[in-house]
């Protein structure tokens, strides 16, 4: 695998370098939704209808204990994929693997997001990959609408007080500093938006502040065409 693929495939991991089982050493490290959207080459709603392990070849020796799922897609937020196509998303199973734990059936949505290298689509167990059912509708709109209009913002997670931000384009991620718990409302109803600022000149960085999603945004808003 490429080292791009590799940065990639496994951003936002923290790698602890331990003897034993690879898989055993990968922990992800907290990414707000939105950067997750950002950062993402793909993000689909689909479902998962099979899996196969990959041999490897003379000419696909990098591909040696991947594993590739097939995925019907049923809505696209970013990429050129299409409801209705099927494609093919990657998972290195020697370390950091997604493992999908559901059945294989095509029941249930998921909301995926996937880097690209090349003609290869690839997630790893630090990727957003979530159950439709279970993404809240304030994160539906960001999928949907928000959280694109701030990728020229950046969420900063912070690790302990004060927060060291760089420039006004930047949001603190603050609500899991107590408890280390990072699903609270910053994740599932905020994104780092960008204001307009008086008198900044063109193509300026823009100044980003908190924003809060609606709940109200409705499964139909969700399946419009163009969102």
Not at 41 to 55: A, C, E, H, M, Q
Not at 90 to 96: E, I, R
Not at 145 to 169: F, I, K
Not at 218 to 226: K, R
Request: charged share 15%; proline share 9%; with cysteine.
């Amino acid at each position: 695998m490429s080292p791009v693929a590799s940065s990639r495939l496994l951003a936002g991991a923290i790698l602890a370098l331990v003897l034993g089982d690879p898989t055993d050493a990968c922990t992800c490290a907290p990414l707000h939704p939105q950067m997750a959207f950002c950062q993402a080459d793909v993000v689909i709603r689909g479902k998962f209808v099979g899996v196969t392990p990959l041999s490897p070849t003379r000419s696909t020796e990098e591909f040696e204990s991947w594993i590739r799922y097939e995925i019907n897609v049923t809505k696209t937020y970013k990429g050129p994929e299409s409801p209705g196509d099927v494609i093919f998303i990657d998972s290195w199973q020697k370390f950091c693997a997604y493992q999908h734990s559901a059945p294989l059936d095509g029941k249930e949505e998921y909301l995926i997001m996937a880097a690209r290298q090349g003609e290869h689509l690839f997630i790893s167990l630090c990727s957003f990959v979530h159950p439709w059912g279970s993404v809240p509708p304030s994160q539906r709109h960001g999928v949907s609408q928000a959280y694109r209009e701030g990728c020229a913002c950046e969420v900063v997670w912070c690790r302990s007080m004060p927060c060291e931000l760089s420039g006004d384009a930047q949001c603190p991620w603050t609500v899991g500093l107590e408890d280390w718990n990072w699903q609270g409302p910053q994740a599932e109803r905020q994104a780092c938006l960008p204001h307009p600022s008086q008198g900044a000149p063109h193509g300026a960085h823009p100044v980003c502040a908190w924003e809060t999603l609606e709940d109200s945004f409705s499964e139909a808003t969700a399946n419009s065409p163009g969102l």
